[in-house]
């Protein structure tokens, strides 16, 4: 029997902040979470675009800027939110041309882990309930995790290795949050999830020719927008959620289809890299977690 958002349970009394909101599966992870009763908050980078988007949505629907290339924001947004039950981390960049954030991070790299991880560690004494942070089938061509150079100082920028390499670090980081959540004998959660293949606007930002013709050929491929949602709805809402299993599609290499367990590389498992991983972001966002 597949999964759908039909079964997701009256999420009413339930608060959700949902990072990059205004865009792609953003927006379909918060109309379904609003639809269900829950009060979303879009954690945006953009809030100027994202008020039209919140106003077509039903629901008890937020807006919060949120800029995860820039630390001095994670923080405000940090110290002016209080208690919540799931955060949502689904905001991230994919193959951009060489840039650094405003802390000096190369871009794919500072937003999708490092201000992820500074938000959740930031957040983590006010969440109620869980973390779902969105990995790729993509993490599976990141050859290996170069922990002595995350930030590109000493090698040569390849945009496709730096998202696979950011990918990877998310779903390490959901893992090895989820074990030391364990070992404190906490009742939160962590789950690392991915959205298998979908037409959304990361496929229109590489700055190439392959901008104008690649979203057909992903509908081809992939799934709706609406459907890659589920991976991350399932995580966020259903209560015997396993957080030990990697949740995403389960088709055509993890590209489409109904939730279920996914496979993941053998360097996603290495728990000792994961724990170098962990300390490597405490030291570049000086974003400490305390359980």
Not at 119 to 145: C, K, Y
Not at 223 to 244: C, E, Q, R
Request: neutral net charge.
């Amino acid at each position: 029997m597949e999964w759908t958002p039909q079964e997701i349970p009256d999420q009413t009394g339930r608060t959700f902040i949902v990072t990059g909101a205004n865009g792609g599966i953003g927006i379909e992870t918060t109309t379904m979470l609003a639809r269900k009763g829950g009060t979303v908050i879009m954690a945006c980078r953009n809030a100027e675009r994202a008020w039209p988007i919140a106003a077509m949505i039903e629901g008890d629907v937020r807006i919060e800027r949120l800029d995860l290339a820039d630390l001095a924001s994670v923080r405000e947004f940090a110290d002016r939110t209080g208690d919540f039950d799931v955060l949502v981390n689904n905001a991230g960049l994919m193959n951009i041309p060489f840039s650094r954030t405003k802390d000096g991070f190369e871009t794919q790299f500072g937003v999708n882990h490092l201000g992820h991880f500074a938000l959740t560690g930031l957040l983590l004494d006010r969440l109620r309930d869980r973390v779902v942070s969105l990995a790729s089938i993509a993490h599976r061509r990141a050859p290996q995790l170069w922990i002595d150079d995350l930030n590109h100082e000493n090698r040569d920028y390849q945009r496709n290795l730096s998202y696979a390499q950011s990918k990877l670090a998310n779903l390490m980081f959901g893992r090895e949050l989820q074990r030391r959540l364990t070992v404190a004998g906490s009742e939160k959660r962590s789950y690392a999830v991915h959205p298998g293949v979908s037409a959304t606007d990361l496929f229109t930002r590489t700055e190439t020719p392959v901008d104008r013709i690649i979203k057909p050929l992903i509908r081809i491929t992939g799934h709706s927008p609406a459907n890659a949602a589920h991976s991350t709805l399932f995580a966020a809402t259903m209560p015997g959620a396993d957080p030990d299993i990697y949740w995403g599609p389960t088709r055509w290499g993890g590209s489409r289809g109904p939730v279920g367990p996914s496979p993941s590389s053998e360097l996603s498992k290495d728990t000792e890299l994961s724990r170098r991983l962990w300390e490597e972001s405490e030291r570049m966002t000086g974003v400490t977690y305390k359980f």
